[in-house]
């Protein structure tokens, strides 16, 4: 078997890695999403695991979903206007760290007829927010998000939801 191929048993093996890792699988049609790992039972799905410490027979389930959610909507400026330039940004409602954090940090642009489409937000509570500009990784900016998050609108998504949530640019930010 090479390396991180599925056995036709859904069995898998990968070698020759070490350190902390954190399991994701790769090459998954868009209508199929991570929904959760296991290892030997212990929910790991955002957390980075230590290999090294892994028995060689440890049991890794991974779980997918094709019950993807759907947010999208449209953004005014101050006057109650369509804006035709935004970008929208989706934080957790509790921060997190490290790289869990990607499944659930997200931003989007306008499409030509204005409107944003995020797909694929892991269920959960969010704030979001639209802005004028923001820089490339500007996301990631812990006073960014401090910012997001005391001004941001809530939203839940449940697994499979689609919502349609229109924001108001927000100034200051």
Same mark, same amino acid.
């Given at each position: %078997?090479?390396?991180?191929?599925? *056995? +036709? ?14 399991? *994701?699988? =790769? /090459?998954? @049609? ?6 959760? %790992? ?22 890794? #389930? ?16 101050? #006057? ?15 921060? %997190?760290?490290?790289? /869990? ?7 989007? #642009?306008?499409?030509? @007829?204005?409107?944003? *489409? ?5 269920? /959960? *509570?969010? =704030? ?10 500007? +996301? ?26 229109? =924001? #108001?640019?927000?100034?200051? =930010?």
């Amino acid at each position: %078997m090479t390396n991180g191929t599925i *056995r +036709e048993d859904d069995r898998f093996q990968i070698a020759g890695i070490t350190g902390k890792v954190l399991f *994701r699988p =790769l /090459g998954l @049609s868009p209508q199929w999403v991570l929904k959760s %790992m296991f290892i030997d039972g212990v929910d790991r799905t955002d957390v980075g695991v230590d290999v090294t410490s892994l028995r060689g027979d440890a049991d890794i #389930r991974i779980v997918l979903t094709d019950k993807l959610t759907d947010l999208s909507g449209s953004v005014q400026d101050a #006057r109650g206007q369509p804006a035709g330039e935004y970008v929208v940004i989706v934080l957790p409602e509790q921060p %997190m760290e490290g790289l /869990g954090a990607t499944r659930f940090t997200r931003t989007a #642009r306008p499409d030509q @007829s204005g409107t944003y *489409r995020l797909r694929a937000l892991p269920p /959960g *509570r969010y =704030l979001a927010a639209a802005v004028e500009w923001l820089e490339q990784g500007g +996301e990631w900016d812990p006073e960014f998000q401090r910012t997001v998050r005391a001004a941001g609108q809530p939203l839940t998504l449940d697994e499979g939801q689609s919502v349609v949530l229109d =924001l #108001r640019l927000a100034t200051g =930010l």
